[in-house]
């Protein structure tokens, strides 16, 4: 049983380049997010989704955007990236709205 | 929006008892949980507690929830240098019936041999 699975684990990008980081589950869960972290900040939420077709922005969304096309996937785009996205990024799931999450092993990103 | 604070770094040594502190500011959650985030890795769900518990036991491990204060700890009985981690306190907050995590800044436990 994978659960979260985050891909790439590694991604080095000039400034103003665009990528996508994927993240699937295989629990059926209905909810997934994405998060940033960042040293002495905790994780920050970007987008999440509340289901399949769904997106809602979280507390620092600029800069960034998702889609949940299936439900197993959900896809964060950087469309130009800047250094002040360089961060780990971590994928995040859960069944029910207020259900334990579980996480993927994070996508190191730079921006140079 | 809500804030969940934590202290940064806490330092031990090996079969000491370490306590990890957490303020929240949601009295509404029903929930309240600690995740632990090893070197390179995402985080994984430690333990939790009902919001109607005032303590809760789970082998070294052993929560506290005082929700007149909305102080919630976390004591780890005879740290291990296994134990060396973030731990990451977090509430649920309800946003108009969408629930979503806010987690804590992340506290540095360093086991010392």
């Known amino acids: 049983n994978a659960g979260v699975t985050q891909t790439p684990k590694f991604r080095v990008l000039k400034t103003g380049q665009s990528m996508t980081l994927l993240c699937a589950q295989d629990m059926n869960h209905e909810y997934m997010y994405w998060y940033r972290q960042d040293p002495g900040m905790g994780l920050r939420l970007i987008h999440y989704?509340?289901?399949?077709?769904?997106?809602a922005k979280g507390e620092v969304p600029d800069g960034y955007n998702v889609s949940r096309l299936k439900k197993q996937n959900f896809l964060l785009g950087l469309e130009s990236a800047a250094p002040s996205q360089t961060s780990v990024y971590f994928c995040a799931s859960n069944k029910g709205a207020a259900d334990i999450q579980y996480f993927g092993a994070g996508t190191r990103l730079s921006v140079l | 929006g809500e804030d969940v604070e934590q202290s940064l770094f806490l330092s031990v040594r090996e079969g000491d008892s370490s306590v990890i502190n957490c303020t929240y500011t949601?009295?509404?959650?029903?929930?309240l949980y600690w995740y632990k985030q090893e070197p390179g890795a995402g985080l994984q769900l430690l333990t939790y507690i009902f919001s109607n518990m005032d303590m809760k036991q789970d082998q070294r491990l052993t929560v506290l929830l005082n929700k007149k204060d909305k102080h919630l700890s976390l004591r780890i009985a005879d740290t291990q240098t296994g134990d060396s981690a973030i731990y990451f306190c977090a509430e649920i907050e309800d946003a108009s019936g969408t629930y979503k995590y806010i987690f804590g800044t992340g506290t540095r436990l360093k086991v010392l041999a």
């Open positions: 989704s509340v289901g399949e077709g769904t997106t």
């Open positions: 949601d009295s509404s959650s029903t929930y």
